[in-house]
Structure formats: C-alpha cells, structure tokens
C-alpha cells in the first residue's frame, strides 16, 4: 500500500499528489517514472516523478484526468492510497552542463519536463523555459518553471495568459534570438513533439523527447511500449522514456496511441455514470 | 503372510501393494481425464480438464508395475519418489502421497498440470513399452488438489535457524522453489518481484484455462507458510540493486530467478500497426490483468474478427487459444516448419485443433499491411520447405522462390520467442553472460560473481517450468554450502 500523503488540485482536472513509496524516493533520478495501479481491477499506468523527497519518503506525482484510471487518481484524497506503487523506471535524463538549452512543456507534458528543467539548471546550464496550456487556468507549475529557468515563456492557445499560440511560437523565436542554443527537450503532446521535432530539425538542433506510449508492466515484458527510432525497435520503458526526436516515428506512435480509443471511451462513460448516480443518492 | 513378516516388510522399499499380477496391470487402458467439450470451453476461461477424481486415481495406480529400478523417477527433473507416491494413492492414503511429493517438489499442483510430461516421467514409463504410460503428471495434479480441496497441508518443519539471509529475485517458479527450499533449510528468505503479483509466467503467462491462478495463488501462499517474505513493486536493478542487497541490507547470498520474458519480434514491416502484439502482452492482459473481464477489469484488449498468430511452440498455442476465447471468427496460425518440427506439447497442439485453431504450416510472414488508420489489415506470408537438418537435427526452413499467400487479419500475435529482460545483467557489475543476454552459471547454479545464484529461464534461456523448479533447488543446496562453509570460516 502507497498512502496519498497530500493532494492538490492544481488545474481544472489536473492534481498533485505526494505519495509514500520510500525505496523509489531514495532511488528516483530525474527522468524517471513510476507506473501505478490505484485500485483493486485497476489498470497499470505510467506517471513522472514530478519530484521526491528521499527523507519523508514520499514521491510527487501530476496528474491531469483523461481517462477511467486517472479520473480515479484525481479523485483520491489524503489518506486514500495506491495498490501497487513501482519504480523508478525508465534510463534518467543524462545531465550534462552543455551550455544553453530550451525545455518546452505542451499541457501536463509540463510536469514531465520540469524536473529535466531543474536539473539541467542544477548541472549549471542556462534554461530556457517554453510552457503551454490550452488557457489561463491551465497553466502549471509557472513559479516552479520561472524558478529553475534563466528566461521563461508561457503560450495558451487563446492568449488569455501569456503569449497568444503554440509552444512552437515561442521556440521559434528563442531560436531565432539565440544562436548558441546546444539542446532542445520536449515533453507534451504527441503532435505537439512531433512539431517541435520538425522545427528544430531544420536547425539540426539536437532535440530530446520523452514519449508517452501505451504501457503495462514497465519492466520491458510486454512490448506495447515499442516505438521506432531511426528505423529500430526501442522500447520506451527500458530504452527511454527519452529519445532523439529527430529518429522517432511519431506518427506510428499517434497511431498505436489509438488502439484502445473506443474501449477507454466505454470505460470511462461506464465509471462517470457509476459516480453520477452514487452522488445522487447521497 | 503373517503380521509380523509384513510389518517387516512394510520397511522394504520395493514390497508391492497392488495385488493384481504385472501383466494384468498391463492391461488396464489409461485413465482418461474429465475434459470440458471444445464448443463449450472456447467460450469461456474454465480449465479445461477436470482431472482425475478418487476412482480414476485408484484405477489409474492400479496400473503401476512398482518397478524395482523406477526409471521415471530419473526421468522427472526433481526426482519425485513416483512408485511411492503412486503406491500411497492405491493404498488412498493421500496426506502421505502428497508429503512425499513435496519432498522433491514444492509445486505439485502446478507442475502435475503444465509439466511436459509426455517426454519426461511418461516417456520412460515401463508400463508405455506394451500399453500407454502411468498418467503421473494427472496422479500429481490429483493428490496435489486434494491437499488445496480438504485444506490440511501443514508446512514442513523447520529444524534450525541459520540466522542468514538470502535475497531472491523474481516470483517463477525457480525463485518460489528456491525460497521454499532455502526457508526448510532454515534461512530467512525474501523474494522480490517486479509484478504486482508472484507467480512470474505462471500468473501472466499460462493462460487460467490450463493452470487456474486461484491454484498458483494456493501454491504461493503454501510458499509463504513457511515464512518466506514476498516483496511485490520491486525491481531489483531499479528499485534496489543486488549490491545494495548485499552491502545494505545484509543479504548473504542472492538467487536471480528473473526468467526470461522480453518479447521478441521478425523485424518485418507493419510490425508495429495498431493491431498487433506480442504473445506476452496479450497473455499479460488477459491472464495478470483479467482484460477477459473488462469493463469489471479496468485493463482493455481489443481482439478483432480474424486473428492471426505467428509461431509453433506453447506460447503460440496459448495465444491462439486465449485468443479463440475472446470472440474472433476465425484464428488462424502460421508456423514455418512442418508439423513434427512443433516445439509445442503434443496435448496443447490437440487442444488448440480441437477448439478450431485453423494451422498453416510452412508458412513464414513476411510483411503486415494496414490500413488508412494505421491497424492491421493483412498478413503475407511465403511459402517454405524443409530442408537440410541444423545442429539439432530440425530440418531447416527454406522459402520457395516466389510463393506467397495473404490472408485478412486485423489482430496479429507474434509469438516466437522470448530474450532475458537485461535489467539485472546491466546494473550488477561482474555478472558474466551470454551473447544472447543470458546468465551464465556452472554445474552448481553459481554466476562469476561470489555470492550470486542464478537458474531457470534467465540462465537457459525458455525452457521449462519443472527445470527452473529443478535449477531453484540446485541452488539452494549450493547456497546452502556456501553460506555453512562462509560461517565456519567466520568462527575459525
Ligand atoms: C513515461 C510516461 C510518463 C507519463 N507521465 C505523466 C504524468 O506525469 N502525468 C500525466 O497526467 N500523465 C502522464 N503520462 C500519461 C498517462 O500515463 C496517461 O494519461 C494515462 O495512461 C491515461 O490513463 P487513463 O486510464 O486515465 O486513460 P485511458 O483511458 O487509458 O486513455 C484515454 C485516452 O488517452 C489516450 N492515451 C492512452 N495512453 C496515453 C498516453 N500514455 N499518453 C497520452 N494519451 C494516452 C488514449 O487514446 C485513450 O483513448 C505519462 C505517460 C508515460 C508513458
Ligand atoms: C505463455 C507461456 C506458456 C508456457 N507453457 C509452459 C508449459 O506448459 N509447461 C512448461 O513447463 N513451461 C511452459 N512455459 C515456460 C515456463 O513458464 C518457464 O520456463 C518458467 O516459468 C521459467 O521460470 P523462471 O522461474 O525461470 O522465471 P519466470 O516464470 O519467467 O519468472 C520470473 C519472474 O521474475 C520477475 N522479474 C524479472 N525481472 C525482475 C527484476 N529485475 N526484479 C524483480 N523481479 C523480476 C518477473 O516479473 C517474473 O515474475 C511457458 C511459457 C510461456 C511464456
Ligand atoms: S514434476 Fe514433472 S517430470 Fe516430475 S513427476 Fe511430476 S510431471 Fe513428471
Ligand atoms: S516406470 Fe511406470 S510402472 Fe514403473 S514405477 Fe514408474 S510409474 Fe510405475
Ligand atoms: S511497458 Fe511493457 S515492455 Fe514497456
């Protein structure tokens, strides 16, 4: 059992959690993940560690609601807890002090590039912080970014904060403005990666995703992580998270995203409904 | 016979029970299990067979030869004293059948189900030379279910505490037997699995139809009975390394029992359309995480009208056959050799028939197509012939030039084959392996590193569940040795 220790809505939808799992605080590195089963029947599914403190024991987690099994995570509270907690997984982001670099967010994807951030500043780079959101209201971990970010720029799509477009706006012109720019990372989206991929291969700007596929064990068993980089079957949970953007297959990836669409769709319809007629009889 | 001389006799090994004359025993036709009809069991995950009940057990014993030179027992990996358990199940004294079973294996229930016996205990049986062999694996299976039925298993005792610890790594078969046998011994045992539940291929891998998970489930807990620890949500290499077991949290010796459950793939194009899984992650989401049961179960697989498996041996089958239970049309599999040359168990292959797999030999795929949406739309495959044999005397595939068919699939399973998962392997220092990522150990069970075991699936490669049964007990009497040598050595 992995105790809720807190729980904070962050966003509409999107919530903080800090949970108890000492052995993956101790050992998290940034980059790493955690794949997590909230309840009994429940589905396996993969989070960031947003951040952890090795010495209450406790890992963060961000978590925006799409679909049956992240709903059911938003809706726990301080003293619920996860079934099964494991981790850390995944190869850490490997942390060099290379100069100047642009860490661009699309939506929770921000909760995933934001301990990279961190620790790219930590290691002495100079940050460039790229965030997105569709709106105002849903923009995330602002302060922790303009924090650990030496220039930061925040996007919605319908310019009620920040700069009126895409993240990719804005990258266009940091690059323009920058010329000693040595890295790109990228989180978010998949066809937010895959325009970021686009743009900065134009530049041969070596640019890092970390993908988000379909995942189950996290331990390299299964194979529905698999993706193909520059043409090679690499799979994600044991190969990456993090791959050079420029090699991905993003629109394989797009495409294997989909399979279990209309399931989930079901499944969630089928878990709102539960919920709505539970609240009516209370 | 009088009272007395029979009591002396009762000490002899070799008194014989069974009152009928050997060839009268000889004469008796195997037993037949209860099976469950083939239109009713492709419609559900119900085990197939139901075993033997008390009289097919008694008939069925009545047919052993108690030889005085027993070549099944030499033939069964772990040495199970057969005669004499078959003996005890004639005399029905079933509590003494199943002891003396658990001597030699802690997983009756499991192994008396999946065990290829047909080419092990069976395959040597006297009684095969005229008639059809014992049924040992059913006789097994029977007595091991009786003991989980009437509920009085009591654990073995265990006469001393070492007070040394061992770590084990991975919840198989391999690791659980380990355990079990390390605890009798008197050490303080903790496994640690990756999963959230122990039982590695037996839980995720073997589909419930052929070994019900309630019966792993029953042999786990008998595991933990004997104060094993379980550690779920910990992969060692990630969550903890096998150098922090030894230098942090002062674990003696350490058994790697991680198997060997990395999917392979052909490497052909469309292998990765939407459509088309590995045999581990189909059987992983119907069989660990109960997507059978979906929506009750929150874990999806979607399983389309004509299904198409890839490979010959057990996992193809039971992809093939999980696959038939989830509502296809039709499921085809393609296999590159000829029949004979199937790895699969001859009693799987007829099953798989038998629930109208559709089986397509000397076919081998070479491209999936798909549609606009990116899912599966076919399959092609060439043609093949045998020819010359290879190292292991299996006559080689060869393509016919220019010969393909392409049949409709919009769900492909590959399943040839699994590679060790090389977590462990990268982050232990010293630990010597194989090209193939395998773990290599000597005739002991020990890895190039002092302190460090290793067997079952992560050192040979696939292989068998009664083996890394086998290799689980091989080193713990190696651990055994070496941690008794390592605390003398420490006194003196
Ligand atoms: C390495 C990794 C790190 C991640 N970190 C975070 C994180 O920190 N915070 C967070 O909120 N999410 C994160 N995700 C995404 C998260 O795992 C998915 O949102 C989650 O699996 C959805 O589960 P569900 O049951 O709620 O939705 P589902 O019902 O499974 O999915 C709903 C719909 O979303 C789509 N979908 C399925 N899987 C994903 C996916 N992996 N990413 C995007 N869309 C998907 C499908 O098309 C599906 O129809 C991460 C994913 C990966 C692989
Ligand atoms: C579908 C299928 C059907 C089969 N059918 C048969 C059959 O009918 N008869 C037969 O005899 N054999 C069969 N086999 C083969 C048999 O299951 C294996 O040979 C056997 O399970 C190997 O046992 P093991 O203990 O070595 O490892 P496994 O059973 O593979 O167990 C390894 C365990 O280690 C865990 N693990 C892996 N890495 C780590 C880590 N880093 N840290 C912690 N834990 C870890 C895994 O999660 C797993 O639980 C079948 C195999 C498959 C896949
Ligand atoms: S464990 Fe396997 S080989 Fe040994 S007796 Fe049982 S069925 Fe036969
Ligand atoms: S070989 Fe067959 S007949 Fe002989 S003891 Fe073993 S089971 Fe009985
Ligand atoms: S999630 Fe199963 S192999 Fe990556």
Redesign the interface.
């Known amino acids: 059992m992995y105790p809720v220790i807190s729980k904070t809505t962050i966003a509409p939808g999107i919530s903080r959690l800090e949970v108890e799992a000492p052995l993956i605080a101790k050992k998290r590195k940034p980059g790493n993940f955690v794949i997590v089963m909230p309840v009994e029947k429940g589905e396996r599914i993969p989070l960031t560690i947003v951040e952890s403190d090795p010495e209450n024991g406790t890992i963060t987690l961000i978590v925006q609601a799409i679909g049956k099994t992240t709903h059911i995570i938003n809706k726990m509270e301080a003293g619920d807890h996860f079934i099964d907690v494991v981790g850390p997984l995944g190869e850490p982001t490997p942390i060099k002090n290379v100069g100047t670099v642009v860490c661009v967010g699309g939506g929770v994807g921000t909760a995933v590039i934001y301990p990279m951030a961190k620790a790219l500043k930590e290691a002495g780079n100079r940050v460039i912080g790229i965030i997105g959101a569709r709106n105002r209201e849903m923009v995330i971990l602002k302060n922790e970014m303009a924090d650990c970010s030496d220039e930061l720029h925040i996007t919605t799509d319908d310019g009620s904060y920040g700069l009126k477009g895409f993240v990719t706006d804005a990258l266009a012109q940091v690059i323009d403005e920058n010329k000693t720019i040595q890295s790109v990372y990228t989180t978010g989206p998949l066809p937010m990666m895959k325009a970021v991929a686009e743009q900065t291969r134009k530049f041969e700007l070596h640019t890092m995703a970390s993908l988000n596929p379909i995942m189950m064990d996290g331990t390299g068993m299964c194979g529905a992580c698999r993706v193909s980089v520059g043409g090679e079957l690499k799979f994600t949970c044991v190969d990456g998270p993090e791959f050079d953007a420029h090699k991905v297959n993003f629109n394989e990836l797009i495409q294997r995203n989909k399979t279990y669409f209309n399931q989930e769709k079901k499944s969630l319809d089928a878990y709102n409904e539960k919920c709505k007629t539970r609240g009516a009889n209370v | 016979m009088s009272e007395r001389k029979r009591a002396r006799n009762n000490g002899k090994a070799n008194e014989r029970v069974i009152h009928l004359k050997p060839p009268e025993r000889m004469k008796i036709p195997r037993q037949q299990p209860i099976e469950k009809e083939p239109d009713y069991r492709v419609c559900n995950f119900e085990e197939v067979s139901d075993g033997f009940d008390v009289n097919l057990a008694s008939e069925e014993a009545l047919r052993c030869l108690e030889c005085k030179d027993p070549v099944c027992m030499k033939a069964c990996p772990v040495n199970i004293d057969i005669r004499a358990f078959i003996r005890l199940i004639y005399k029905k004294d079933y509590d003494s059948a199943i002891k003396k079973i658990r001597e030699s294996n802690y997983l009756p229930a499991i192994c008396g189900r999946v065990c290829p016996q047909e080419s092990l205990c069976e395959n040597v049986c006297l009684v095969g030379k005229r008639n059809e062999p014992l049924a040992i694996g059913k006789l097994e299976r029977f007595v091991a279910d009786y003991e989980l039925k009437n509920g009085n298993f009591s654990p073995p005792e265990i006469k001393e505490n070492k007070g040394q610890k061992v770590a084990v790594v991975g919840a198989g078969p391999g690791g659980l037997t380990a355990a079990a046998d390390l605890a009798i011994r008197g050490y303080e045992v903790t496994i640690y699995e990756?999963?959230?539940e122990a039982g590695g291929v037996l839980k995720?891998g073997i589909p419930e139809f052929r070994l019900p998970k309630h019966i792993v489930d029953a042999e786990v807990d008998r595991v933990k009975a004997l104060g094993v620890k379980i550690e779920?949500?910990?992969?060692i290499g990630?969550?903890?390394t096998i150098d922090e077991l030894f230098d942090e949290m002062d674990f003696e010796a350490v058994y790697i029992g991680t198997g060997a459950?990395?999917?392979r793939?052909m490497?052909i194009p469309g292998?990765?359309?939407?459509?088309v899984?590995?045999a581990?992650?189909l059987l992983?989401?119907v069989n660990l995480?109960?997507a059978y049961k979906?929506?009750?179960?929150?874990?999806?697989l979607?399983i389309g009208n004509r299904v198409a498996v890839v490979g010959g041996g057990d996992v193809a089958m039971d992809a093939a056959r999980t696959s038939a239970r989830l509502g296809p049309e039709v499921v085809n599999l393609f296999y590159r050799r000829s029949r004979e040359e199937m790895p699969a168990r001859i009693e799987e292959i007829h099953h798989a028939e038998e629930e109208g797999i559709h089986f397509h030999l000397l076919t081998n795929p070479v491209e999936i197509f798909g549609d606009e949406?990116?899912w599966v739309k076919a399959i092609k495959c060439q043609k093949m012939e045998l020819g010359e044999p290879d190292e292991e005397g299996r006559r080689r595939p060869v393509p016919i030039d220019g010969e393909y068919i392409t049949m409709d699939a919009d769900t492909v399973v590959i399943a040839i084959g699994q590679s060790p998962?090389?977590?462990i392997q990268q982050t232990t220092p010293g630990l010597k392996t194989t090209d193939w990522g395998t773990i290599i150990v000597d005739e002991i069970g020990a890895t190039s590193r002092e302190g460090i075991f290793a067997g079952g699936d992560i050192s040979r490669g696939g292989a068998t569940v009664i083996e890394a049964v086998s290799d689980g007990k091989r080193a713990s009497r190696s651990i055994d040795e070496y941690l008794t040598e390592k605390k003398a050595v420490l006194k003196t």
């Not at chain 2, 979906?294 to 999806?300: A, G, I, Q, S």
């Open positions: 990756a999963l959230h995720y779920t949500n910990v992969i990630r969550t903890l459950g990395s999917p793939f490497n292998e990765n359309l939407s459509g899984y590995s581990s992650e992983t989401r995480m109960k979906f929506p009750e179960y929150d874990t999806p979607k949406n990116g998962n090389p977590i």
